[in-house]
């Protein structure tokens, strides 16, 4: 895709990687997705199993984008959808959130020692197991203890959990939507992977984006 114009690189909830506006809150990385210069249009989903959220900027650091060679960088609307998409922090420009969020996976493991990156991103790849194109839904959990910050379907659409509400979000606008109550009984669809929720749960310090709260 040439011209003026969104890039495809904007990442949705579940995943996926879209040209809408709007470049967000974080930065992401799952390695070199386009191939040659300036097409600003991906030909694969990922190229290993990190998935990682980054920083904006770092240490003055300027990423060139759509370079041979180079990964393509990924945007983010905010560090909920990054979870829900299934990356998780960067361990040298978000080296402290990467800290808590590889410590409460081992917390819940039985409190054994902190997991390494490559360890967490064989956990993370497991979880996000596509069928055909289209991720599956990872898990059905109770709308009861579900953590902030958690994605789930409403409808046909994802949604983020705050509080006692849910907001949609609009994957062709890549911003939040309408909001409704959220259900205090049965089980909810959740988009967000199970070791993700596990940090959720144990307090993670997620950013979400304020016309959400």
Request: charged letters at 25%; proline letters at 8%.
């Amino acid at each position: 895709m040439t011209g003026a114009g969104p890039a495809r690189n904007r990442v949705s909830p579940d995943g996926d990687i879209t040209a809408a506006p709007g470049r967000g809150a974080w930065m992401g990385n799952r390695g070199r997705l386009h191939e040659g210069a300036g097409t600003r249009d991906i030909v694969r989903d990922h190229q290993n199993k990190a998935w990682l959220t980054c920083a904006l900027s770092f240490r003055g650091r300027r990423v060139p984008q759509w370079q041979p060679g180079r990964y393509t960088p990924l945007f983010f609307l905010d560090e909920a959808v990054a979870l829900a998409a299934g990356h998780r922090p960067c361990a040298e420009c978000r080296h402290e959130a990467f800290l808590a969020f590889a410590r409460a996976l081992a917390e819940s493991d039985g409190g054994g020692p902190r997991l390494r990156a490559r360890e967490i991103d064989a956990r993370l790849h497991a979880e996000r197991a596509r069928d055909g194109q289209r991720r599956r839904l990872l898990s059905e959990l109770p709308w009861d203890g579900l953590p902030d910050g958690a994605f789930v379907i409403a409808g046909n659409d994802p949604a983020v959990v705050s509080g006692g509400h849910l907001t949609r979000y609009d994957r062709a606008s890549n911003a939040y939507g309408g909001r409704e109550p959220r259900p205090g009984a049965g089980m909810a669809a959740v988009l967000t992977p199970p070791s993700a929720i596990t940090v959720l749960r144990a307090g993670y310090p997620v950013q979400i984006a304020d016309e959400a709260r």
